[in-house]
C-alpha cells in the first residue's frame, strides 16, 4: 500500500526588521495542506516570537545542529521557503557557506534535488553591492525561485507592507504538484 503523507515544508526565517511576520506564512502554508517546521537563523531568535511558532506549527524551531544520535526533530522537507531573507544569507548561500543550520540545510538543499524558494528583504543600498546580484543570478543557476521583492529605500522604515510572505507557495506549487 503506498503511504500518503502531508508534504513537509522547511520555512526557513532570517534576521530582517520583518521576521516577526513569518505567521502569516505558516498560515497559509497550513491552508494549502503543508506541514510547516521553522528553521531559524541564530539571529532570527531574538527577532520572532519562537513560543508563538512552535504552537502554531506544532515543532519545534531548529536553529542549531543536534548532537549525534539525538532524534530528528523535524520530517525530511518536501520543499524549502526562505523569507525575509537577509543580504548576508543570500550572499552566504550562494557561496557554499553553512555556517548555521539554516544555511547548511539550503546548501544540501541543491544536493538533495529539494525545490526551494526565496523572497529576499534587502533594502536598496545593500541591494546595490556586486555581490547581491551575482548571488542571486548563482542561486538561479542552481534552480532557486527568486521571489518578487524590490528592495526598499535605506533608512525609511521598511518596506513590510509590500512584503509578500506568501509569493515563496506560488513559486513552489508548480514544483510540488509535478513531483
Ligand atoms: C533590527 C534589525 C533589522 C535588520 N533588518 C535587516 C533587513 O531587513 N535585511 C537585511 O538583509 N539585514 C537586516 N539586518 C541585518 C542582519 O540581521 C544581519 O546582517 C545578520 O547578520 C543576518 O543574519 P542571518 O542572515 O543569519 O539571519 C537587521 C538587523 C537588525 C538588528
Not at 525530511?76 to 557557506?97: E, M, R, Y
Not at 542552481?142 to 525609511?156: A, T
Request: proline residues 7%; glycine residues 10%.
Amino acid at each position: 500500500m503506498t503511504e500518503h503523507r502531508e508534504p513537509f515544508l522547511y520555512v526557513v526565517v532570517c534576521a530582517s526588521g520583518i521576521a516577526d511576520g513569518v505567521g502569516e506564512l505558516i498560515t497559509s502554508a497550513h491552508a494549502e495542506g503543508w506541514k510547516v517546521g521553522v528553521i531559524a537563523t541564530p539571529n532570527a531568535l531574538g527577532l520572532i516570537d519562537q513560543a508563538a511558532i512552535e504552537a502554531q506549527t506544532g515543532y519545534p524551531i531548529r536553529s542549531a545542529w543536534r548532537t549525534p544520535g539525538s532524534p530528528r526533530p523535524l520530517p525530511a522537507a518536501d520543499a524549502i521557503a526562505v523569507v525575509s531573507a537577509t543580504f548576508n544569507t543570500i550572499n552566504k548561500w550562494a557561496l557554499g557557506i553553512a555556517d548555521t543550520l539554516a544555511l547548511g540545510i539550503l546548501c544540501e538543499a541543491y544536493g538533495l534535488g529539494i525545490p526551494v524558494a526565496v523572497q529576499p528583504y534587502v533594502n536598496s543600498a545593500l541591494a546595490a553591492h556586486p555581490a547581491y546580484a551575482e548571488s542571486l543570478a548563482r542561486l538561479r543557476t542552481m534552480g532557486v525561485l527568486v521571489g518578487d521583492y524590490v528592495p526598499h529605500k535605506p533608512k525609511s522604515g521598511g518596506g513590510r507592507d509590500k512584503y509578500s510572505w506568501t509569493h515563496v507557495l506560488d513559486l513552489l506549487r508548480p514544483m510540488v504538484c509535478s513531483m
